[in-house]
């Protein structure tokens, strides 16, 4: 899956313009086959032509902090279990680290703890949303996500002894080299 963050170019309405896209497919195609089916329909009705390139952005290492990790490996057949109310359950640093992507939503953020396996990894959200709105009149969302990441970065630290450190990341980016708005049937 592409984050925003990844697709760059393309003209302006490319970020704000929507289209309803209702398509069905003949036969019982596969996962793989879909998306090279909805290729060919995006460059057929929106003339879309993009190539992919490598490039570092700014973004965070997530790394084991100094005094090791406060989790658990999970036994062989175990399962993590569910969360408590208004707690987020994790099985490994990588699916935290997508969790971070996609609450910075510009910044990604790369599993680098070099933990493998399965864990049972809980971070307490009401706790990470007390913090993050506590004396906030604004309501400015922008500002709200912002405190998010902050407020969870503070607790993956102190909760789960792991950090983040500011780095420069390796990102595949998918480069809009042209696009039309679709036309109809």
Avoid: C
């Avoid at 963050?5 to 313009?17: L, N, R």
């Avoid at 396996?117 to 709105?133: C, H, N, P, R, Y």
């Avoid at 969870?152 to 042209?178: M, R, S, W, Y």
Wanted: aromatic share 6%.
């Amino acid at each position: 899956a592409l984050e925003n963050y990844q697709i760059w170019g393309g003209p302006g309405w490319v970020d704000s313009a929507g289209f309803d896209v209702d398509a069905k497919s003949t036969d019982s195609a596969g996962r793989d086959q879909l998306l090279l089916m909805l290729r060919a329909l995006l460059a057929d009705r929106f003339q879309l032509r993009f190539h992919h390139e490598k490039k570092e952005l700014a973004g965070y290492d997530l790394v084991v902090g100094k005094g090791g990790p406060k989790f658990h490996a999970l036994k062989p057949g175990a399962d993590a279990g569910r969360g408590k109310r208004d707690h987020m359950r994790l099985k490994d640093p990588a699916s935290l680290a997508t969790y971070l992507t996609r609450l910075s939503s510009d910044q990604p953020v790369i599993d680098k703890t070099g933990l493998t396996g399965q864990f049972d990894i809980d971070l307490d959200i009401s706790k990470i949303v007390q913090e993050a709105t506590q004396g906030d009149q604004t309501g400015d969302p922008t500002a709200t996500r912002e405190r998010m990441f902050e407020a969870t970065a503070n607790a993956i630290q102190d909760e789960l002894g792991l950090k983040l450190v500011p780095a420069k990341v390796p990102v595949e980016i998918f480069v809009i080299d042209h696009a039309e708005k679709a036309t109809g049937n």
